[in-house]
């Protein structure tokens, strides 16, 4: 077997062995990616045992916790990945399912409870193919990223074990009637109404006792600190070497937020469906897409058709109301999903039930004033993205407006398409729908001068950037179309006419051998594209230019004295012909960034942009003390973890001299069935399902957010 590295030196030594004499000693470096890659001779055959597990034992002699990633790959490339966490000064056993119903079964969940009683800790499901061929392995692979500091962990005793028969009922009823994990135990766990109801009178006598962070202006600002030209409303500036907001009156402001604080994407898929076709009906005129929306309530004609579709999706629950009891009115329909065990169906909410049982009559009132009230004692200066339009007049608490241009615009696949194609910029439709999406905004807005910002769309799929063929998918796709079925290749082929006047001159550039100009036209497959790169480049740049154009003039018609917030890019997506165009158009550049903390490796590059930055979501969940089967994007091993792994995360971005803010994302848990949409079941709230606040993570909010200002600043006098 050959071991190699990628910054990571391993070696075998006579310590810390789980199994024998040895264990293999890897010492991670300070990289963004670092990996240890385990190669059979011949690749491994892991069927023919039943069904099996792989599994395997860490050893973690820090002083923090350490994640890691586990990747295995087959002969033709098709790869599993799953990840887990390691708390210092532990041994674990890890392990994964490979075969079997436990390891393959579609649940709608992101990850599913285990199968059967262990005390070895299962690896959650990352990405990868399920249809990996176990009879094929050719690697193992152990991993860790964004590292800003050397980490050592061993490893020991990796090993294909027969799975044990799996529980009959592990699927079966998991939730309770408070949406709660049913067969767990949990810190903030709640067990009757009256426990609810009595959290909930506590913690408003807290928060109406608190005074919140000082020093802070009417707007969330800085009014201890220098006091700069007031405009009325947020803007940006620059202030001895490093970027600031600065709130309208003047003061110097950073936004430290929660993102996502609204009932939209909170419910889960019940088994249930309708009927009635009409509650499927899409009015292709509408502005905002389902995973964005309030509950959708089922038309009372509709109710009447209703039938079970999924019997695994209703048998995860304990309980469920009737549509004519009052907590029946947390009930929805989705129309559409991204992914899950059924393709649209019932969905409930039990948080929003919770909010009845918890505040009674007006409970939306009151969850509103409480979400508020807390913000203010736990220390934010704003909300992040996507909140409820019922804050936008709240007078408090600063927020940022979002909005979503759909449509049946024309599209294109970068080939990297995983929430959606990209739009055809040059499609008419494309501008009609993007201006009536802002001015949609702008209605909800009212030009008010408590909104920082405009955030429009999310992590686009703009293309890898690991070849030239996943760079420019889109170009390469545009240019598969027809001129007369494809805007952007009608654009591209006059931009490329002008250039080369004759078909000939381009096949010299580019070493290919169309016939005819209209042989291009109709549409064409280039096959190696690397010679085309510079003019690729070129066409991409025109569409990321006319793409972030025609979002910040419809801003700026719409609303003049707010900010474009930019497209919250995700760090698997970002061309530099995309990342120039945001910065000629944005007034603020936007990524999401799901690591512990922001690394210079891959973020050092604003140096050189020079422009201020904002982190539109970063996330750190457990699955050890909250009920949940998914920690999340990033791990800790516990509450306490995530709190210290929050600060650490946040007082990177304070230092970053191109930050002015950080929204974590999200406001409250997900669902332990996981959320319909796409079946995240994710520890990433600052709340559970119950609306009980984590108190490590309030904790935590006020030992960073209460200082800040002072420590983004510098010394005072």
């Not at 042989?519 to 190696?528: K, M, Q």
């Amino acid at each position: 077997m050959k071991i190699t590295g990628r910054n990571a030196d391993a070696k075998m030594v006579a310590v810390h062995a789980s199994e024998g004499r040895q264990s293999l000693q890897v010492t991670y470096g300070p990289k963004v990616e670092n990996t240890l890659t385990l190669t059979p001779a011949t690749p491994w055959d892991l069927t023919g045992r039943g069904d099996v597990n792989l599994a395997f034992d860490i050893y973690n002699p820090g002083s923090v916790s350490t994640q890691f990633f586990f990747t295995l790959t087959d002969a033709s490339g098709r790869g599993q990945r799953r990840t887990g966490v390691i708390a210092a000064g532990a041994s674990v056993t890890f392990y994964a399912p490979l075969t079997g119903y436990e390891g393959n079964v579609i649940t709608g969940l992101r990850e599913n409870p285990p199968g059967w009683q262990s005390k070895d800790q299962k690896l959650f499901w990352r990405n990868g193919d399920r249809a990996a061929n176990m009879a094929q392995i050719k690697s193992i692979s152990f991993e860790t990223e964004a590292l800003t500091a050397p980490r050592t962990l061993y490893i020991d005793n990796v090993r294909v074990r027969q799975s044990p028969p799996a529980d009959p009922f592990f699927l079966t009823e998991i939730v309770d009637r408070w949406g709660q994990a049913a067969k767990e135990e949990y810190p903030v766990k709640i067990h009757s109404d009256a426990e609810l109801k009595k959290a909930a009178k506590m913690e408003l006598a807290e928060l109406a006792a608190s005074k919140g962070a000082p020093e802070r202006s009417r707007f969330g600002g800085w009014a201890a600190g220098p006091k700069l030209k007031a405009t009325g409303f947020f803007r940006t500036e620059k202030v001895n070497g490093k970027w600031w907001l600065v709130d309208p009156e003047g003061y110097l402001f950073f936004s430290s937020g929660i993102a996502n604080v609204r009932m939209a994407n909170l419910e889960t898929i019940t088994g249930y469906d309708f009927g009635d076709p009409a509650v499927r009906k899409i009015d292709p005129e509408e502005l905002t897409p389902e995973d964005s929306r309030d509950i959708v309530p089922v038309p009372a004609a509709s109710v009447g058709t209703r039938f079970l579709s999924s019997t695994l999706r209703r048998n995860m629950f304990q309980w469920l109301p009737t549509y004519e009891e009052p907590l029946g009115e947390a009930y929805g329909y989705r129309r559409t999903l991204h992914q899950g065990a059924v393709e649209h169906g019932e969905v409930y909410s039990f948080y929003k039930a919770n909010l009845q049982r918890r505040y009674g009559a007006g409970y939306m009132q009151t969850w509103r004033q409480v979400t508020l009230d807390r913000m203010k004692d736990w220390g934010m200066t704003s909300f992040g993205n996507w909140i409820d339009p019922m804050y936008y007049d709240n007078q408090q608490m600063p927020y940022f407006a979002n909005g979503w241009i759909i449509g049946k615009y024309k599209t294109l696949s970068s080939g990297n398409d995983y929430w959606a194609p990209l739009p055809d910029v040059y499609d008419p439709e494309f501008k009609r729908r993007a201006r009536l999406t802002i001015e949609q905004v702008g209605r909800e807005v009212k030009s008010s001068p408590w909104c920082v910002g405009v955030f429009i769309d999310n992590e686009k799929s703009w293309g890898l950037t690991d070849s030239v063929a996943h760079q420019y998918g889109a170009v390469l796709d545009a240019l598969s179309k027809s001129t007369s079925d494809s805007p952007a290749k009608a654009a591209f082929s006059r931009m490329l006419r002008g250039k080369y006047k004759s078909i000939a001159a381009l096949n010299a550039a580019w070493k290919t051998s169309f016939g005819s100009w209209d042989e291009f036209d109709a549409g064409v497959r280039v096959a190696a594209p690397e010679a085309a790169q510079p003019d690729l480049s070129w066409l991409f740049a025109d569409y990321a230019d006319t793409y972030f154009r025609t979002v910040r003039e419809e801003i700026r018609r719409v609303l003049p004295n707010q900010l474009y917030m930019g497209v919250r890019m995700a760090e698997w997506g970002m061309p530099s012909e995309v990342t120039q165009a945001a910065v000629k158009y944005s007034d603020v550049l936007s990524y999401n960034i799901y690591r512990e903390e922001l690394h210079p490796e891959s973020w050092g590059f604003l140096n050189k942009l020079d422009r201020p930055t904002i982190v539109g979501e970063f996330h750190i969940g457990s699955a050890t003390d909250t009920g949940l089967y998914n920690p999340g994007l990033v791990l800790a091993v516990d509450q306490k973890d995530r709190g210290r792994m929050y600060e650490i995360y946040m007082n990177s971005v304070l230092a970053n001299p191109m930050m002015v803010g950080a929204h974590w994302f999200q406001y409250i848990d997900d669902n332990v069935t996981g959320r319909a949409y796409d079946g995240e079941n994710y520890n990433v709230g600052w709340v559970t399902n119950t609306d009980i606040p984590y108190p490590e993570m309030r904790d935590a909010a006020k030992r960073f957010n209460y200082t800040l200002y002072s420590r983004r600043y510098g010394k005072t006098k």
